[in-house]
């Protein structure tokens, strides 16, 4: 009985875990994103790269503390933004591999 409750507790601090990293897409707007075209996503795509090589080419010495700071948060929220534009494919938690592993050796 104690296993069973450990394993339980486990497979819950994992899922929470899980859900917790994905909850709110760190601010991002996932529903905008989904609705984006392909061209719409490449021209994005390309603004960004053109805005960090802008950024990288400039002489960030003479900025000030909070300049250099909100140059860091955009560059952040970009690589964010571009991350999320560029997912394609199925992600499968901890959890999900755990369950289908113990529905196989049940049906095995």
Known sequence: MK???LLFSIALLITAGNLYATSSANG?????????????????IAAMKSRV???????RSTLSRSERKE???????????ARAIGRGG??????????????????L
């Open 71 to 81: 140059l860091r948060r955009e560059l952040r929220d970009m690589n964010k933004e």
């Open 53 to 59: 090589e802008e950024i990288r080419d400039m002489d």
């Open 90 to 107: 199925v992600y499968i938690s901890l959890t999900g591999i755990l369950i289908i592993i113990l529905i196989l050796i049940l049906v």
């Open 3 to 5: 296993f069973r409750t």
């Open 28 to 44: 991002l707007d996932k529903e905008k994103i989904a609705r984006m075209t392909e061209a719409e996503k490449d021209a994005r």
